[in-house]
Each structure stands twice: as structure tokens, then as C-alpha cells.
């Protein structure tokens, strides 16, 4: 059975650091592997996707790796700021079937 | 487009009743699904749908009934609240079923929250 684990569960950085979070699953036969963000309260928001035959992923300032051989994906955002707290989920997706797994999140607070 | 909308925001029930939490989306997308969340915990999957007509069971439905009688609307029917049901519930949609290389992900509605007493 698959299963995502995320750490740390929580982090909380200075303005203006670079930092990593990091996302494990026991099964490397997946389909995508997506990072997802979300604000207290609220729904979640697509951040990136990485295919299975893809390594990483880019968006602005956040850039998402994938290694499938050894079940890890990290997700790195690049001086981050206060508007950058919120929690992260990463979740899997085994096959072609939309049907996503995820991790618990890491909640992180980006101090001002 | 509204995307997904979600009613209630919050509901309180006590053990015991039913209802029908509402999902709906407005770009036509073939698969929709719940989830629930709990605190600490990841998503985890209740049902799913490929298309009008088609459900599945998800990671977790028992104490769940869906349908899809329309493209649009995807209800969660609670049959007997139980405390164990309190959660924050999210309905997501996605345009298309078996896609390839794509890069479409899940849209999510902003969730419904669920006490059961």
C-alpha cells in the first residue's frame, strides 16, 4: 500500500531564506507526483506537477525534484517570504486514475 | 468560471441524522471526487467519479453514498452521521479521465466543515 510522509511537520524560517521540504513514498510505480498548497480555511491550490518520466519541476521561485528510484521528491522554495506561509501537501498519484495520496503536510511560517 | 463550490461552508449535525453536503463545478470536467481531512492527517479519498452515471469507492466509504446524475453536480450523502464523520470535506474536479503527459491537475472546492455530535 502506498504511503507519503512528509517532513518536517512544521517549519518556521526568516524572511528571506531558502528552504526545502521534503516528501517520501514507499511506492515508486506512481504516475505524478504533485505539491499542493494550502491556507488555513481554505481549499488547496495546484503549485506543481512533475510526470513520472520528468526529474523536477519549475515555477517562479519554487522549483519541485522528483526521484522515483529512491521514492523522494523535495519541494524548494527560494527566499521565501511572509505571503509563502501556509501548509504544503505533497500527494501521489499511482496510476492513471486521478486518485490521489497524500502526505499529512508540513505547515510552514515564514517570519517577517 | 465559479470552479468548484462547496455548500455548506459548515454544518453541525447530531449523531445520527443524514444530509447531503453539495459540490458543483462549472468547466465541464469529467472527474470529480471527496476527500476528507482530518487534523494532522492528509486527504484521503471517499468516492470518486469518471463521468455521469459512474461512481467508485474511494480509500474510505463507509457511512457514504454518492451519484452523478449530471456532468456539473457530485452530492456526498451522509447516511447516519457518526463523530466519527467530523472533518473538513473536500469535493475536486479534473477534465479529463486517463489523460497523458498532461499537465491538468485537481481543482478543489474551499471545503465543507463537519461537526458531528
Known amino acids: 500500500k502506498q504511503e507519503v510522509t512528509q517532513i518536517p511537520a512544521a517549519l518556521s524560517v526568516p524572511e528571506g531564506e531558502n528552504l526545502v521540504l521534503n516528501c517520501s513514498f514507499t511506492d515508486s510505480a506512481i504516475y505524478n507526483l504533485q505539491w499542493f498548497r494550502q491556507d488555513p480555511g481554505k481549499g488547496l491550490t495546484s503549485l506543481l506537477l512533475?510526470?513520472?518520466?520528468?526529474r523536477e519541476q519549475t515555477s517562479g521561485r519554487l522549483n519541485a525534484s522528483l526521484d522515483k528510484s529512491s521514492g523522494r521528491s523535495t519541494l524548494y522554495i527560494a527566499a521565501s517570504q511572509p505571503g509563502d506561509s501556509a501548509t504544503y501537501l505533497c500527494a501521489v498519484e499511482a496510476d492513471s486514475s486521478y486518485k490521489l495520496i497524500f502526505g499529512s503536510g508540513t505547515r510552514l511560517l515564514v517570519r517577517p | 468560471n465559479a470552479g468548484v463550490t462547496q455548500t455548506p461552508k459548515f454544518q453541525v449535525l447530531k449523531t445520527g441524522q443524514s444530509m447531503t453536503l453539495q459540490c458543483a463545478q462549472d468547466m465541464n470536467h469529467e472527474y470529480m471526487s471527496w476527500y476528507r481531512q482530518d487534523p494532522g492527517m492528509g486527504l484521503r479519498l471517499i468516492h470518486y467519479?469518471?463521468?455521469?452515471?459512474?461512481?467508485d469507492q474511494g480509500e474510505v466509504p463507509n457511512g457514504y453514498n454518492v451519484s452523478r446524475s449530471t456532468t456539473e453536480d457530485f452530492p456526498l450523502r451522509l447516511l447516519s452521521a457518526a463523530p466519527s464523520q467530523t472533518s473538513v470535506y473536500f469535493c475536486?474536479?479534473?477534465?479529463?479521465?486517463?489523460?497523458?503527459?498532461?499537465?491538468?491537475?485537481?481543482?478543489f472546492g474551499p471545503g465543507t466543515r463537519l461537526l458531528v455530535l
Open positions: 467519479s469518471v463521468g455521469a452515471g459512474i461512481t
Open positions: 512533475i510526470q513520472s518520466s520528468q
Open positions: 475536486a474536479s479534473s477534465p479529463s479521465y486517463g489523460r497523458q503527459l498532461s499537465q491538468e491537475t485537481q481543482y
